[in-house]
C-alpha cells in the first residue's frame, strides 16, 4: 500500500473525497491538527504558534524570531515519524506538502474546482452568501500559495508539476475522484520499495537535522542522502565560512549523520541577511513611541544589538498588532496622542499578561512609576536612555519569558 498526500482548495469537498478514499482502502488518515500536536510534543511549542505557520501573512518578527521556519521544521518531523511508523496512510490538508517528493511511494493528489463551483458549495452546504464565500476562498487560496511557495518555491499551488493526479471535483463527481485516486495506489511507480523506504529515513534524518538546528537558533535548507547531510544556505551571510563552520559542528554530532556539506543556494547572493536567533535576548521586541526620529534610532541601536524590533506611533496601532501578533516585550512610552501609554499597559497586561513592558518616559513623575510598576510593567527607564541599560534589562526580561516557558 502506499501513502496518499491531498492537497485542496476550500469548498471543493475534499473531505467527501478523502473519506470515501480512506474507506475504500482502510488507510489510516492524519490531519493537520495531528500534525501540529504531534510537533508541538515534539518541540515544546504551543499548537497555536505552530499552526500560525500556515498562514500567509508572517509575523512582523518572524526575521529575528524564525518562528514560522521553527514551526515547519517540527512539523516534517511530525510528519517523517508517521512515514517511518506506517506507510498506509492519507495526509490531506497543509500537511500533504510536507513530505519530501522525492519519496517514491507517496501518490500526491490535488483536488481543485472553478471558482464559481467552490461558491455554489459554500451557498449550498454551508448557507454563506457570495460575497462572504468569495472572501473566505481569496483568502484560503492566499494561505495555501504562501504555504506552497514556502515549501516548494512554486508559486501556483495547484501546478500540475507538484502532483501525480489534479482532479476537477466539480466537473468529475466526487465518487469518481475517489476511484481514480484509489485506482493509482495499483500503479508500479508509486508502490514501496526498499528504495522508498530508505528515501522515507532520509527524509526522517533531514528532519532531525533541521529541528536540531532551529534548537541553536539556525535555518537552512537541509537534505540527507544515507547518512550525508547537505545543508544549503539561501540567505547573503557575511562571514560564510564561519558560518559553515559552526553549522557543521552541530550537524555532526546528530545520531546517523555520516558526512556534513555546505553549500549556498540561489537566495545567497540576494540582500536579505542570514541571521541566526539569539536566545539570550527576546526576539519580538515592539517600540511604541510618537517621537518619530528617537524611535528609529533606537530601533537601529537594537538591531546593532541583534535584537530586533518592530515600531508603532501610538497606542492604537500598539494594541491592533499586539491583538494578532503578540509580542515578547513592549518598550512604551507615557505620553502619545490618543492612548496614552498608562492605558496601554493597562489594556496590555489585562488581555496578555505574558508581555513584558518597559515603560520608557521622558516626562514620567513619580507617581506615574508607582501606577505603571502596580499595572505590572517590568521595569521604568527615563529618556534619555543608556542604550546598555535598556540592553541588559531587555536581557533580563527575557531571562523572566524563559524561565516561565
Not at 467527501?16 to 474507506?23: E, N, Q, T, Y
Not at 518541540?43 to 518572524?62: L, P
Not at 560564510?240 to 537566495?267: C, M, N, T, W, Y
Request: aromatic share 4%; glycine share 6%.
Amino acid at each position: 500500500m502506499s501513502v496518499i498526500t491531498v492537497f485542496n482548495g476550500l469548498f471543493c469537498e475534499a473531505g467527501v473525497v478523502v473519506k470515501r478514499v480512506v474507506d475504500a482502502t482502510n488507510c489510516r488518515l492524519v490531519t493537520d491538527q495531528e500534525i501540529v500536536a504531534d510537533a508541538a510534543r515534539l518541540s515544546g511549542m504551543a499548537e497555536d504558534r505552530i499552526a500560525r505557520a500556515f498562514q500567509a501573512k508572517t509575523s512582523v518578527f518572524n526575521s529575528f524570531s524564525h518562528e514560522k521556519e521553527q514551526a515547519i521544521a517540527w512539523m516534517r518531523l511530525a510528519v517523517a515519524k508517521r512515514l517511518v511508523e506506517d506507510d498506509t496512510l492519507v495526509i490531506p490538508g497543509f500537511a500533504s506538502q510536507l513530505p519530501d517528493p522525492a519519496i517514491g511511494h507517496i501518490l500526491k493528489v490535488c483536488l481543485i474546482s472553478d471558482m464559481k463551483a467552490r461558491v455554489g458549495v459554500a451557498e449550498r452546504e454551508e448557507g454563506f452568501a457570495e460575497k462572504h464565500a468569495l472572501k473566505l476562498i481569496r483568502k484560503d487560496d492566499e494561505d495555501r500559495a504562501a504555504w506552497v511557495k514556502a515549501l516548494r518555491d512554486v508559486d501556483d499551488p495547484w501546478s500540475g508539476t507538484l502532483y501525480d493526479l489534479v482532479l476537477p471535483v466539480a466537473s468529475t463527481g466526487m465518487d469518481r475522484c475517489a476511484d481514480l485516486i484509489v485506482e493509482q495506489l495499483g500503479n508500479a511507480a508509486v508502490q514501496v520499495t526498499d528504495k522508498t523506504r530508505a528515501a522515507v529515513q532520509d527524509f526522517l534524518l533531514a528532519a532531525k537535522v533541521e529541528t536540531v538546528l532551529a534548537k541553536e537558533g539556525h535555518s537552512v535548507q537541509v537534505s540527507a542522502h544515507k547518512g550525508t547531510v547537505t545543508l544549503t544556505i539561501n540567505k547573503h551571510v557575511l562571514l560564510l565560512e564561519k558560518l559553515e563552520r559552526e553549522l557543521k559542528s552541530i550537524v555532526s554530532g546528530v545520531d546517523g549523520v555520516l558526512a556534513v556539506e555546505a553549500q549556498v543556494g540561489k537566495g545567497f547572493h540576494q540582500t536579505d541577511i542570514y541571521r541566526k536567533m539569539d536566545f539570550e535576548v527576546p526576539s519580538k521586541v515592539l517600540l511604541v513611541d510618537d517621537e518619530r526620529e528617537f524611535v528609529q534610532t533606537l530601533s537601529e541601536r537594537l538591531m546593532m544589538r541583534d535584537m530586533g524590533s518592530a515600531v508603532v506611533y501610538d497606542g492604537e496601532s500598539a494594541l491592533d498588532l499586539v491583538r494578532d501578533d503578540e509580542p515578547e516585550v513592549m518598550i512604551l512610552d507615557l505620553k502619545m496622542p490618543g492612548i496614552d501609554g498608562i492605558e496601554v499597559l493597562r489594556r496590555v497586561k489585562g488581555e496578555h499578561p505574558n508581555i513584558e513592558v518597559i515603560i520608557l518616559t521622558g516626562h514620567g513623575s513619580e507617581a506615574d512609576r508607582k501606577v505603571c510598576m502596580e499595572l505590572g510593567a517590568f521595569a521604568y527607564l527615563h529618556k534619555p536612555v543608556d542604550i546598555d541599560v535598556l540592553s541588559e534589562t531587555l536581557k533580563a526580561a527575557n531571562d523572566k519569558i524563559r524561565a516561565e516557558k
